[in-house]
Each structure stands twice: as structure tokens, then as C-alpha cells.
């Protein structure tokens, strides 16, 4: 029997990482892990379209997070795929045995204890396996506020979905993990990378420019595809602003803690500062959301309410580059 | 957003026992993590969702009836699946699934093939032959 504290936090990847380093005795919250991996991000992208709807992200592609925040810290970390069910099955089995909560990769559609509503073909869901229950698997699912169980077919289904990213039966665990870690450095590393992403990638969907690129796009939707997609593609934007695992505003706030830590660790007051105005920016992200439920809602899509959508998001875009921008020039 | 602006609107979507964690900050200014039942837009949003997938399946589910479609194109809606994703699982190029949707090559395919598909959807033969 492993003894493994589950505490819920709101996003799958950095939340499997501070449950997972807090049972080796490397205490790092939720937020700090976002922020050490430099998760904040913005990307459209309108031909990656998943069910015929315009992909937008408002955080780094999946796994990102987990190898920087390992390489900075100094996390060594066993990690491996399999060809076939049977194999990655075993597999688990034998590092569970030797008393090692294991994470795995898997698809939401396939696991049963999340509400139907929420099982998407979504393949980049992590969480933790942390031993059995006769055949049964004992499940520390970062987003679920308790621990779970999982049959084993419906496991091995998760992890052998295919789809984008195949997750293959990729499981991990940490081999090395230092007891004194400190976290100066990579906090440091972490904001810089951050503000490199949000504001220098040269590529018009990514970072602030992505966020004026969707608006741009938005502006047009109800001459460009219709009532019926535009509403569909509004509603996909809401959904990775708001949806569980973004802890609200699209990680903004997230972040906004992040920073409010960082402050305290480095001693810099600018810091907190950055936060407040983070939290600022993060409410006008809610405001968009809000305004745009309101014309998911009345399904009228009249060109003015997209006009206005997009003066939102041009809003939002002006705010983050002023942010990431004094960011960036804080002496660290 | 403050702790009390963190928003509570509950919908069956969430099956009550689902909670989301938000980040919200206190009287005094911390973040802190705030457990939510759901939030008015996303609900909307996410219904939506919900909506355009079973008008797709209802869709896939008359043409079938009418003979125009075979069931693999009704349980690829169903099962929330596209064209490549279902190809993949059942190990086929994109342009041979798209032929087994024509009810006249559905019906000619052989058992491997069938149980391919009933394993891809979960259910079995006979149910992947009988759409109602």
C-alpha cells in the first residue's frame, strides 16, 4: 500500500507534478510549477481543427511544463511507451510493486469516473496511479478532488487511444529527486522563457499576436462561416478559457499566483505588483467569456456582437503586451 | 477575481459531485484556490457542444435508416469519433473507412472487419449491424 497525499488543483500536468515531487519531499504548489515550466501562453490555430473547429490554446503544448520543470530542478524522471496493452499493463504493475505511485497518460473519453458531459477525445490527461485494489486501480486524478478507482480495461483503453498525441502507454515516474532544491533560479528561468513565448516568437498565432490574429478572425465569422459554425467556434474558445483545468481565465490567474509566490521567494515587490495587474488582465478574459456566453446564448449572430468580441480581445492583447513587456524588464 | 465573485452556477453537466478549482484572491489579497460548481458561459458553451454532436448522431442515425449510410458512419458520430481518428483505431487508410460507410460495402465485409469496428465502438457485432 502506498501512502499518497492527493490534493486537488485545477490543471492535470503541473497538478500531477506538485502532488507527484510532494510525496518525494520536494514541496512545490501547483502554481509554482505552472510558473517554473513557463505554461502561460496564447495560440490559434484556425487549421488544426478538432470536430471542424479552430484549435486555441491559452497555455503551452502539452508536456512542455513537465520536461522544463524537471530540467530546471534537476528531476530525473524513468519514462516509458509501449507497443501493446499487455506489455504496459505489466509494466505498471511491476513499478507499483516496488511501492512507486506511477503517471500515466490518458485519453478523458476513456475514463469512466469523469461525468459523460466532460469525456472528449481529449489524449493528454495525466494523472497518478498510486497502487491496486484486488484488480482495480487506484487513481489520484489531479483535477478530481478525491482519490478514485479505475477497472483495468478501461486503463488500458486510456492509455492506448489513438488520436493526437497517441499517448502510446506512456507512464513516468521520478528516479532522482535532490531534497534541497532552490527554487531562485528556475523561477527566473521560468519568467524569462515565459515572456519570450508570449511576446518574441515570430509566428502571427502565437503569444500577444496570436490573440489579435483570433481577433481579427472573429471580427468575420458571421460573413465567413455562418450562424451556426460561428457560434460553435465562439463556444470552443470559451471552453479552453474556462473549462476545468485552467483555474479560471485561461491560467491567468494561475499565473497571477504564480507571481505573487515568485514575489515573496525572490523578495521583489515588483513582482506582486505584476500580479495585481495580471489579476486585472485576467478579468477582462472573463469579461469576454461572459459577453460571449451571452451571444453563444441568443444564437443572433449579428455582426455588431462579433465586433465588439473582437474590440474585446484586441483589449486583452494591448494589456498582455504591456504586461509581459514590463515583465520581462524586471531585474531578476 | 476575489474569493466571493467566484462563480457557482451549477448545472446537471457537472452531475453535482463535480467541482473545478479556481484561483481567487482573498480579503487580503492572496491567491487562493476556490473549489466552483461551474460557471454560466462555459455551461452554455459546453451544451452547445453537446447539442451540435447529437444533432450529428441524429443526422448519421436518418441516413442510415434511409439507407443512404452504413451504421459505421452513425457510431463514428455516436462515439464522438472523425474520419482519421476511427481509421487509426481500426487500422485502415481514411478513404477504405469512408467506402465501409456505403451500406452496400458494409454488408459485404468480413467478420475480421466487423469486429474490428464493434471493438473500436465498444459494443459488439450484432449491435454495430443494428442501428434503431
Request: hydrophobic share 40%.
Amino acid at each position: 500500500m502506498i501512502q499518497f497525499d492527493h490534493v486537488q488543483t485545477a490543471h492535470c500536468e503541473s497538478g500531477v507534478i506538485s502532488n507527484m515531487f510532494r510525496h518525494y519531499g520536494l514541496s512545490i504548489s501547483e502554481p509554482m510549477a505552472f510558473g517554473i515550466g513557463a505554461g502561460i501562453f496564447f495560440g490559434h490555430l484556425p487549421f488544426v481543427k478538432v470536430n471542424g473547429v479552430p484549435g486555441t490554446t491559452y497555455r503551452i503544448w502539452p508536456g512542455a511544463i513537465f520536461q522544463r520543470v524537471c530540467s530546471r530542478l534537476g528531476v530525473k524522471m524513468q519514462s516509458q511507451k509501449f507497443s501493446a496493452p499487455a506489455k504496459a499493463m505489466e509494466a505498471l504493475d511491476t513499478v507499483l510493486a516496488k511501492g512507486i505511485p506511477v503517471g500515466v497518460l490518458s485519453s478523458v473519453y476513456y475514463l469512466p469516473y469523469f461525468p459523460p458531459a466532460y469525456r472528449f477525445h481529449f489524449n493528454a490527461h495525466n494523472l497518478v496511479i498510486y497502487g491496486k485494489n484486488g484488480a482495480n486501480y487506484q487513481v489520484s486524478d489531479p483535477i478530481m478532488d478525491t482519490v478514485t478507482e479505475i477497472d483495468p480495461q478501461s486503463l488500458a483503453e486510456a492509455r492506448f487511444a489513438k488520436g493526437f498525441p497517441e499517448p502510446r502507454g506512456k507512464m513516468y515516474y521520478p528516479v532522482k529527486v535532490p531534497k534541497d532544491v532552490s527554487l531562485e533560479k528556475p523561477v527566473r528561468q521560468g519568467i524569462a522563457q515565459a515572456c519570450h513565448y508570449m511576446l518574441k516568437v515570430p509566428v502571427p498565432m502565437f503569444g500577444v499576436k496570436g490573440i489579435r490574429f483570433l481577433a481579427k478572425r472573429m471580427r468575420h465569422y458571421p460573413e465567413k462561416v455562418g450562424d451556426r459554425r460561428s457560434v460553435l467556434y465562439l463556444g470552443n474558445v470559451i471552453r479552453m478559457q474556462e473549462e476545468i483545468g485552467t483555474g479560471g481565465a485561461g491560467f491567468r490567474f494561475m499565473y497571477a499566483a504564480f507571481l505573487q509566490e515568485a514575489a515573496m521567494l525572490l523578495s521583489k515587490p515588483e513582482l506582486g505588483v505584476l500580479s495585481k495587474e495580471l489579476t486585472g488582465i485576467g478579468d477582462l478574459w472573463r469579461n469576454f467569456a461572459f459577453q460571449a456566453g451571452r451571444v453563444c446564448k441568443s444564437r443572433a449572430a449579428d455582426d455588431v456582437s462579433y465586433r465588439e468580441l473582437s474590440e474585446m480581445l484586441l483589449q486583452c492583447a494591448a494589456a498582455e503586451e504591456g504586461f509581459f513587456k514590463r515583465l520581462a524588464n524586471v531585474k531578476l | 477575481m476575489k474569493k466571493d465573485e467566484v462563480p457557482q452556477d451549477g448545472d446537471n453537466l457537472h452531475e453535482g459531485s463535480f467541482r473545478q478549482l479556481f484561483y481567487a484572491v482573498d480579503d487580503k489579497g492572496s491567491y487562493t484556490p476556490v473549489s466552483s460548481v461551474g460557471w454560466e458561459p462555459e455551461n452554455v458553451a459546453m451544451a452547445q457542444a453537446w447539442e451540435e454532436v447529437h444533432d450529428r448522431v441524429e443526422r448519421a442515425r436518418q441516413r442510415v435508416l434511409a439507407g443512404q449510410l452504413s451504421p459505421v458512419g452513425y457510431y463514428m458520430e455516436k462515439h464522438l469519433m472523425d474520419l482519421a481518428l476511427l481509421a487509426s483505431y481500426v487500422g485502415r487508410f481514411q478513404w477504405q473507412v469512408k467506402r465501409h460507410m456505403r451500406p452496400r460495402v458494409f454488408n459485404k465485409l468480413s467478420d475480421k472487419m466487423l469486429q474490428r469496428y464493434a471493438a473500436a465502438f465498444r459494443i459488439t457485432v450484432q449491435e454495430l449491424k443494428k442501428v434503431i
